[in-house]
C-alpha cells in the first residue's frame, strides 16, 4: 500500500524538542507525526497517511465508545552506535496484534503493512530519539471501532494508528528494584476471557487495583489466577521469572489469562542459553513467600516492553511484607538485563535475527 505524506505546518522547533529529549519520561512527550490507516468491512485497509500528529475526530457513537472494541501493542525503537534505528522483533507485536484482533472480533493488519507503518514514522521522526542514557522511541500502533453504530455487534469501520513517544524509564528515577502489592480483591482476568490480548479494558481493570498498589507505598501490583486465587500471574503491564538457588527459573505458563510478553519469551530463550533450566509451571503466591524466606528464591523479575527488566525487590499485602534476596537487583536479572539490552541497543551480537534495522 502507498502511504501519502502530509507536510507538518509547525514541526516542534529543534530546540523545543531537544530539549524535552533529554529528560522524556515515560508516556508523556510525543512525537510530531502519527500514521493513520482506515478500515471499511467489503474494501478493506485504504487511506494510508503519515501525517502530522493531530486530533482524531471522532462520531459520538462510535463503537469503541461504548463497547471498548480496542487493542494495542508497546514496542520500542532504539538508536545504534551507526546512527541507524533497529526494532526489536516487531513481527511478533505484528503477529499478537493480529491474535487480539481475533480475540476482540476486529480484522487483521497484515503483518508487513503493521511493520511499514512503523517504519513510516520512526523515519519522518527520526530526530526524536530521547538523548537519556537507556532512552528509546516508544511506538504505540493501536487499532479501533469508528463504526457509529450502537447495537452490539463487531464494527463494520476501524482505524488503525500509530504514534510515537520518546520515553526514559517506566519506573520514575529508574528504581534499582521495585516493590509488588499483591491484589487480594480484584483479578485481572479469569479464563475464557480476555487476558492474552493486548485490549485497553484489560487495562481499565487493572487500574484501581494499581491505585491500591501505589496507595500502599507500592510500584505495581501483582495478579493472582481468577479461580483459585493462588497462582502467580503477571503484574499489570509486565511478565514475572523466579530465579531459584538450584540455578532453575520458573514463569508461569501462557494459560491464556495473561500477555504473552514478547519480553519473556526472549528471556526464556536467554536464559537458556545460559545454562539455566526454565521451567513454564505454575508457581503460587505461597510458594513465592516460603521460598523467599527459605533461601530457595534468590530472585524475581519484572519484563516488558516499557520496564525492560526490572528486579522485584520486596512483595506486600495480605500476610504482610517479604524481601526477594538482598531486596535489590540479583545477578541474573542484572546479566540477562545486559545481555537483552546490548542485543537491541546493537552493543550484543545478535545470534538470534531479533534486530530490524531500519
Ligand atoms: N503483561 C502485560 C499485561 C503487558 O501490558 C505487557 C506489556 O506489553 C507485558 C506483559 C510484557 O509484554 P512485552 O514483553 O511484549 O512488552
Ligand atoms: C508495554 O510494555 O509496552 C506496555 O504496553 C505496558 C504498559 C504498562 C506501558
Same mark, same amino acid.
Given at each position: 500500500?502507498?502511504?501519502? /505524506?502530509?507536510?507538518?505546518?509547525?514541526? /516542534?522547533?529543534?530546540?523545543?524538542?531537544?530539549?524535552?529529549?533529554?529528560?522524556?519520561?515515560?508516556?508523556?512527550?510525543?512525537?510530531?507525526?502519527?500514521?493513520?490507516?482506515?478500515?471499511?468491512?467489503?474494501?478493506?485497509?485504504?487511506?494510508?497517511?503519515?501525517?502530522?500528529?493531530?486530533?482524531?475526530?471522532?462520531?459520538?457513537?462510535? &463503537?469503541?465508545?461504548?463497547?471498548?472494541?480496542? @487493542?494495542?501493542? =508497546? #514496542?520500542?525503537?532504539?538508536?545504534?552506535?551507526?546512527?541507524?534505528?533497529?526494532?526489536?522483533?516487531?513481527?511478533?507485536?505484528?503477529?499478537?496484534?493480529?491474535?487480539?484482533?481475533?480475540? #476482540?472480533?476486529?480484522?487483521?493488519?497484515?503483518?508487513?503493512?503493521?511493520?511499514?507503518?512503523?517504519?513510516?514514522?520512526?523515519?519522518?521522526?527520526?530526530?526524536?530519539?530521547?538523548?537519556?542514557? =537507556?532512552?528509546?522511541?516508544?511506538?504505540?500502533?493501536?487499532?479501533?471501532?469508528?463504526?457509529?453504530?450502537?447495537?452490539?455487534?463487531?464494527?463494520?469501520?476501524?482505524?488503525?494508528?500509530?504514534?510515537?513517544?520518546?520515553?526514559?524509564?517506566?519506573?520514575?528515577?529508574?528504581?534499582?528494584? +521495585?516493590?509488588?502489592?499483591?491484589?487480594?480483591?480484584?483479578?485481572?482476568?479469569?479464563? =475464557?476471557?480476555?487476558?492474552?490480548?493486548?485490549?485497553?479494558?484489560?487495562?481499565?481493570? &487493572?487500574?484501581?487495583?494499581?491505585?491500591?498498589? $501505589?496507595?500502599?507505598?507500592?510500584?505495581? +501490583?501483582?495478579?493472582?489466577?481468577?479461580?483459585?486465587?493462588?497462582?502467580?500471574?503477571?503484574?499489570? =503491564? #509486565?511478565?514475572?521469572?523466579? +530465579? #531459584?538457588?538450584?540455578? &532453575?527459573? @520458573?514463569?508461569?505458563?501462557l494459560t491464556g489469562t495473561i500477555l504473552p510478553g514478547i519480553t519473556r519469551n526472549s528471556l526464556i530463550q536467554l536464559l537458556r542459553e545460559e545454562g539455566l533450566t526454565v521451567r513454564e509451571e505454575p508457581y503460587s503466591i505461597d510458594q513465592?513467600?516460603?521460598?523467599?524466606?527459605?533461601?530457595?528464591?534468590?530472585?524475581?523479575?519484572?519484563?516488558?516492553?516499557?520496564?525492560?527488566?526490572?528486579p522485584v525487590g520486596t512483595v506486600a499485602g495480605g500476610d504482610g511484607e517479604f524481601t526477594i534476596g538482598s531486596g535489590g537487583p540479583g545477578?541474573? /536479572?542484572?546479566?540477562?538485563?545486559?545481555?537483552?539490552?546490548? $542485543?537491541?541497543?546493537? /552493543?550484543?551480537?545478535?545470534?538470534?535475527?531479533?534486530?530490524?534495522?531500519?
Open positions: 500500500m502507498d502511504f501519502k /505524506t502530509l507536510p507538518h505546518p509547525s514541526p /516542534t522547533p529543534a530546540a523545543q524538542r531537544d530539549a524535552a529529549l533529554a529528560d522524556p519520561g515515560f508516556g508523556t512527550l510525543f512525537s510530531d507525526h502519527m500514521v493513520t490507516i482506515d478500515y471499511v468491512e467489503g474494501k478493506g485497509w485504504h487511506n494510508a497517511v503519515v501525517g502530522p500528529r493531530q486530533n482524531i475526530s471522532l462520531d459520538p457513537a462510535a &463503537s469503541v465508545l461504548h463497547y471498548a472494541q480496542e @487493542i494495542f501493542e =508497546g #514496542m520500542k525503537a532504539y538508536k545504534h552506535a551507526d546512527g541507524s534505528a533497529a526494532l526489536f522483533r516487531p513481527e511478533e507485536n505484528a503477529r499478537r496484534f493480529n491474535a487480539s484482533a481475533d480475540r #476482540m472480533a476486529m480484522p487483521h493488519v497484515p503483518e508487513d503493512l503493521f511493520i511499514e507503518a512503523v517504519r513510516q514514522l520512526v523515519a519522518i521522526d527520526k530526530d526524536w530519539f530521547p538523548s537519556v542514557e =537507556g532512552g528509546s522511541l516508544y511506538l504505540r500502533p493501536f487499532m479501533f471501532a469508528s463504526e457509529a453504530f450502537l447495537g452490539v455487534r463487531p464494527a463494520k469501520e476501524y482505524k488503525f494508528i500509530v504514534i510515537a513517544s520518546p520515553a526514559g524509564n517506566y519506573f520514575k528515577s529508574g528504581v534499582p528494584a +521495585v516493590k509488588i502489592w499483591v491484589a487480594q480483591d480484584y483479578v485481572r482476568a479469569a479464563p =475464557g476471557g480476555t487476558g492474552a490480548a493486548k485490549t485497553g479494558g484489560n487495562y481499565a481493570a &487493572s487500574l484501581v487495583p494499581q491505585a491500591e498498589a $501505589i496507595a500502599q507505598g507500592c510500584d505495581q +501490583v501483582v495478579f493472582l489466577d481468577a479461580v483459585e486465587r493462588k497462582w502467580i500471574e503477571e503484574l499489570g =503491564g #509486565m511478565n514475572l521469572f523466579f +530465579v #531459584m538457588e538450584d540455578g &532453575s527459573v @520458573i514463569t508461569p505458563p513465592w513467600r516460603d521460598d523467599a524466606k527459605s533461601g530457595k528464591l534468590l530472585e524475581t523479575m519484572a519484563c516488558g516492553t516499557a520496564a525492560v527488566v526490572t545477578q541474573i /536479572t542484572s546479566k540477562i538485563r545486559e545481555k537483552l539490552v546490548g $542485543i537491541q541497543r546493537g /552493543t550484543v551480537d545478535d545470534t538470534h535475527g531479533w534486530v530490524m534495522k531500519l
